[in-house]
């Protein structure tokens, strides 16, 4: 006890309110018996071998108490104190709550699995000088912590196991299809890859996966009419069906910007079977880039058609003298929509759509086009994708190839039994 005389120290032990009371009591009494405070609470803390500077304190805290010494009364301190820990508590509900909105927006509870891993994810984050924690959360999420806990020790379920196998296979085909399927296409794709997966669970994975189906946006009109040319008669009156290949293509321009300027696309369909049959890409928009869309086209189903008709709007590259030669020469017959009517092109209008749907402003387009150049190769890649693999909803949900094949498969077949009879 002697070492301790004089040096002020407190002795770091705790001591509680009676004995706080006791030293004060002592201190006061002594006091009046020496008629001075110097040297009072040393002598007191030496004797009782507290610390000084404790003494110190307490003495003046139980003068403020009293009303002698102007100051924060020890109620008045513990009224802050608890109204900062209010505060504190406060800004960490909010702060959970503010984390938690994402999934709370829609007002239900969100399903356990995700209440699991949100809490996980965000419990030992330390706001305000301490973790969140489990409990906080499980209260302001209104969910038992018991459920929780449950929840994290139990073995996985069979349908996340399953869910955990088939969701990068349901990206990977989405990311395999320019982004754009939405769920029933991409249902209809997993289904073709041999995936067994119903409808409502390729949704609800998709949600999961933060993925969902490219959107279409509005049309701009890239032809131009010449009033002054004559026009070929409408020999489609809208309706966009035929019973063979090769019976009646359409066509249409769009135009795409580029930094190098502006690109211009021709597609040719057959209205069959939806498959782009000839299509060019050029930085203008005269005759020449619709003559080599139809030697492309020429190219790819033969020199000469019976019976083809070959349908486009009023501007002046379908109504030029070249353009009906060269259709002429594959015998085709033109036949031109009314003028600004779209819906008297409407087929060849839905391509060019979901063209700049699909791979102009597509989800997988990471910026602009740079050049016609750039544009014209992409365009290759969709027109093969769009051929091949894309499943058209209008043809059952199978690519234009394998429609087609269909078809002569089902030609091939009849013939025989026609022979017979």
Same mark, same amino acid.
């Given at each position: 006890?002697?070492?301790? /005389?004089?040096?002020?120290?407190?002795?770091?032990?705790?001591?509680?309110? !009676?004995?706080?009371?006791?030293?004060?009591?002592?201190?006061?009494?002594?006091?009046?018996?020496?008629?001075?405070?110097?040297?009072?609470?040393?002598?007191?803390?030496?004797?009782?071998?507290?610390?000084?500077?404790?003494?110190?304190?307490?003495?003046? /805290?139980?003068?403020?108490?009293?009303?002698?010494?102007? $100051?924060?009364?020890?109620?008045?301190?513990?009224?802050?104190?608890?109204?900062? /820990?209010?505060?504190?508590?406060?800004?960490?509900?909010? !702060?959970?709550?503010?984390?938690?909105?994402?999934?709370?927006?829609?007002?239900?509870?969100?399903?356990?699995?995700?209440?699991?891993?949100?809490?996980?994810?965000?419990?030992?984050?330390?706001?305000?000088?301490?973790?969140?924690?489990?409990?906080?959360?499980?209260?302001?999420? /209104?969910?038992?912590?018991?459920?929780?806990?449950?929840?994290?020790?139990?073995?996985?379920?069979?349908?996340?196991?399953?869910?955990?196998?088939?969701?990068?296979?349901?990206?990977?085909?989405?990311?395999?299809?320019?982004?754009?399927?939405?769920?029933?296409?991409?249902?209809?794709?997993?289904?073709?890859?041999?995936?067994?997966?119903? @409808?409502?669970?390729?949704? @609800?994975?998709?949600?999961?996966?933060? +993925?969902?189906?490219?959107?279409?946006?509005?049309?701009?009109?890239?032809?131009?009419?010449?009033?002054?040319?004559?026009?070929?008669?409408?020999? =489609?009156? @809208?309706?966009?069906?035929?019973?063979?290949?090769?019976?009646?293509?359409?066509?249409?321009?769009?135009?795409?910007?580029?930094?190098?300027?502006?690109?211009?696309?021709?597609?040719?369909?057959?209205?069959?079977? @939806?498959?782009?049959?000839?299509?060019?890409?050029?930085?203008?928009?005269?005759?020449?880039?619709?003559?080599?869309?139809?030697?492309?086209?020429?190219?790819?189903?033969?020199?000469?058609?019976?019976?083809?008709?070959?349908?486009?709007?009023? $501007?002046?590259?379908?109504?030029?003298?070249?353009? $009906? !030669?060269?259709?002429?020469?594959?015998?085709?017959?033109?036949? +031109?929509?009314?003028?600004?009517?779209?819906?008297?092109?409407?087929?060849? !209008?839905? =391509?060019?759509?979901?063209?700049?749907?699909?791979? =102009?402003?597509?989800?997988?387009?990471?910026?602009?086009?740079?050049? =016609?150049?750039?544009?014209?190769?992409?365009?290759? $890649?969709?027109?093969?994708?769009?051929?091949?693999?894309?499943?058209?909803?209008?043809?059952?949900?199978?690519?234009?190839?394998?429609?087609?094949?269909?078809?002569?498969?089902?030609?091939?077949?009849?013939?025989?039994?026609?022979?017979?009879?």
């Amino acid at each position: 006890m002697g070492a301790m /005389q004089g040096s002020g120290a407190s002795t770091g032990r705790r001591y509680s309110s !009676e004995e706080k009371a006791a030293a004060v009591r002592m201190v006061r009494t002594l006091r009046a018996e020496l008629g001075t405070d110097h040297g009072t609470v040393q002598r007191v803390a030496t004797q009782l071998g507290y610390g000084i500077e404790s003494v110190r304190t307490w003495v003046k /805290q139980a003068d403020i108490d009293d009303g002698n010494v102007a $100051g924060v009364t020890t109620a008045e301190s513990r009224k802050l104190r608890e109204l900062e /820990q209010e505060v504190r508590e406060l800004r960490r509900a909010n !702060e959970i709550l503010k984390r938690a909105a994402f999934f709370l927006r829609g007002g239900a509870r969100p399903p356990t699995s995700e209440v699991v891993a949100f809490i996980d994810a965000n419990k030992d984050d330390v706001v305000e000088g301490r973790p969140l924690g489990v409990e906080p959360i499980c209260q302001l999420l /209104q969910v038992a912590p018991s459920t929780y806990y449950a929840a994290r020790d139990r073995a996985p379920s069979a349908r996340s196991v399953s869910d955990a196998v088939l969701l990068p296979e349901l990206v990977g085909l989405w990311e395999d299809n320019y982004r754009v399927y939405g769920v029933r296409k991409l249902w209809k794709t997993a289904r073709r890859a041999g995936i067994d997966i119903g @409808r409502d669970q390729t949704g @609800r994975l998709m949600r999961a996966a933060g +993925i969902a189906g490219a959107t279409r946006s509005k049309r701009v009109k890239t032809t131009r009419p010449d009033p002054a040319s004559a026009r070929h008669p409408d020999l =489609v009156k @809208r309706e966009f069906t035929a019973t063979a290949p090769n019976r009646l293509w359409v066509t249409d321009l769009t135009f795409v910007p580029t930094w190098a300027g502006v690109a211009y696309v021709c597609f040719i369909i057959d209205a069959f079977s @939806r498959m782009i049959v000839g299509w060019r890409c050029a930085s203008h928009m005269r005759t020449e880039m619709v003559l080599d869309a139809i030697e492309m086209a020429r190219w790819s189903r033969g020199r000469h058609h019976e019976d083809l008709r070959c349908h486009s709007d009023a $501007g002046s590259q379908f109504t030029s003298i070249r353009y $009906g !030669e060269r259709l002429a020469e594959i015998g085709a017959t033109p036949s +031109i929509g009314t003028v600004g009517d779209s819906y008297d092109n409407a087929l060849a !209008e839905t =391509v060019n759509g979901y063209y700049k749907t699909e791979l =102009v402003r597509g989800p997988a387009r990471p910026g602009p086009w740079r050049t =016609v150049e750039e544009l014209e190769l992409a365009t290759l $890649g969709w027109v093969h994708w769009h051929n091949t693999q894309r499943l058209h909803g209008y043809l059952g949900d199978v690519p234009p190839t394998e429609f087609e094949q269909a078809f002569y498969a089902g030609q091939t077949t009849a013939a025989p039994l026609l022979g017979i009879k």
